[in-house]
């Protein structure tokens, strides 16, 4: 492995990277910050979760003028909890070189991003429908701006913001540094690779570094009524110390979350009709063990860096095999092991075999678990407590009651006592989840084409701006209609 004192890095960044606890860099950066710093453009194929906002933020940090109290940067991202994610670790980079970047996003007051702006960050990372509501104010002025990172290109695409992109790199500057990062490389995406970018070193993140290597890959062939009952004996028998449950709808994650609730988990559900302080809200209590499951659908997890989920269960298979890598990789991370569970109907066998053609790996099937299984499963993690507080504990104080406890009671009914009072016993509360119709592999081919068709110049429908909200387009007789999307 590389380390980052090898790549030129600066000292005021080393010294941030050190603080972090990072030595080593991870293969995306490796390749990526020498072309950078060397001034080149750069496109960089990788997903979420291999280190790109590193990849791209020290060579965006060195070359900015920490006097210089103007945007000198701009990184474009498709979510407003990208944006933030992405601000946050930038500050953390730049915390020793005076230099400080800005998250600004859809939802979010204007006056109170104007009055942020004026206090002169340097980095400003932004959704594109807000960053093009400040450039057209001129609040956002991009004369001086040196460095331009498109993140995550392939979801701004999908979610209608090609066009924009356009727009927002065309009134940068042309001398400007452009790097590009995307999972996959439509044609639209390569496009702009080659008529707004000058010579871009290319660097590939492989296959296997980026998607499955440290995650155990399973599936459970089940009907749709037995998911959730499946989900809660899963969740009995693993004990997750961190897990997401990804859904396909906005209405599944909210019977999903409303439903563990109700059985006595401790959840939570993330979803684009949240309001940011919700969504804030939930992450915040998802990453300090406030909550064990966090439900989630596929655009509110885009971009989210967790560390410590253990396991990724997809109640609800995904359409293509690219949002099928990028749920999984939210867990296996930092070198650790992950698990990924899918539940699969049985129609939906055929699109299984797909995502694994296309990724190249092998799911292995798993019996779906009865409530027997889930109950020992519950019965073990109390045994394994006690047996850690032996371990762990002095216990002499104790030995006088548990003494007394066996001159009239034996042992056995003693031990299977205090298993009854410390095992987390599931409510037996009653849970309806509507059902949805299996995922086809016609279907999911033709997602895949209508996404991709949705995006070129006769693109006619609603867009979903930076802020997760609905903005009208014209249909083909000049009329306004919205479409929900998320």
Do not use: C, W
């Amino acid at each position: 492995m590389t380390k980052f004192n090898e790549l030129g890095v600066s000292a005021p960044i080393m010294k941030a990277l050190e603080k972090m606890g990072f030595e080593e860099a991870t293969p995306i950066q490796a390749e990526t910050i020498p072309f950078a710093l060397e001034g080149n453009d750069v496109i960089g194929q990788a997903q979420t979760g291999t280190g790109k906002t590193a990849a791209f933020g020290i060579p965006m940090i060195d070359k900015i003028d920490s006097k210089l109290r103007k945007v000198q940067a701009l990184v474009v991202a498709p979510t407003r909890e990208l944006a933030i994610q992405v601000a946050e670790e930038l500050n953390r980079l730049a915390k020793f070189s005076g230099v400080r970047a800005l998250a600004i996003y859809g939802g979010q007051h204007m006056d109170r991003q104007i009055r942020a702006l004026k206090d002169g960050p340097q980095i400003v990372v932004a959704t594109p429908g807000r960053l093009m509501d400040h450039m057209r104010r001129r609040t956002i002025r991009t004369d001086v701006v040196q460095t331009a990172v498109l993140d995550e290109a392939d979801e701004m695409l999908n979610m209608g913001f090609i066009d924009d992109i356009r727009e927002i790199l065309k009134s940068i500057p042309e001398d400007r540094q452009t790097l590009l990062f995307s999972a996959t490389m439509p044609k639209e995406i390569r496009n702009i690779a080659t008529t707004l970018m000058k010579s871009p070193k290319e660097v590939k993140v492989k296959a296997k570094e980026m998607t499955v290597e440290n995650i155990e890959q399973y599936f459970i062939e089940i009907p749709e009524k037995f998911k959730f009952d499946t989900l809660n004996n899963h969740l009995d028998i693993n004990s997750p110390e961190l897990a997401i449950v990804f859904g396909r709808t906005k209405k599944r994650v909210d019977e999903i979350t409303e439903g563990l609730q109700a059985r006595g988990y401790r959840a939570e559900g993330i979803h684009g009709d949240l309001t940011q302080g919700k969504r804030m809200s939930v992450l915040n209590k998802f990453k300090g063990g406030r909550v064990d499951v966090l439900v989630a659908t596929d655009v509110a997890a885009r971009g989210l860096d967790i560390s410590g989920v253990t396991h990724v269960y997809n109640f609800d298979i995904p359409q293509d095999p690219e949002s099928y890598v990028h749920r999984i990789g939210r867990t296996g991370r930092a070198g650790r092991t992950g698990e990924a569970i899918s539940f699969i109907t049985p129609r939906e066998m055929a699109h299984l075999q797909l995502i694994e053609k296309t990724t190249k790996s092998k799911m292995k099937r798993l019996v779906p678990p009865t409530n027997q299984d889930a109950l020992r499963g519950q019965q073990q993690v109390t045994i394994d407590k006690i047996l850690k507080t032996i371990e762990k504990k002095d216990l002499k104080s104790y030995h006088a009651a548990a003494n007394d406890l066996l001159e009239d009671n034996d042992s056995v009914s003693v031990i299977a006592a205090a298993l009854s009072l410390l095992t987390k016993e599931r409510r037996d509360a009653p849970v309806k989840i509507s059902s949805v119709a299996p995922i086809s592999v016609k279907k999911a081919q033709r997602s895949k084409d209508n996404n991709r068709r949705s995006n070129n110049k006769r693109f006619y429908g609603q867009r979903r701006d930076s802020g997760g909200r609905n903005q009208g387009g014209r249909n083909r007789k000049g009329n306004f209609q919205r479409r929900n999307r998320d």
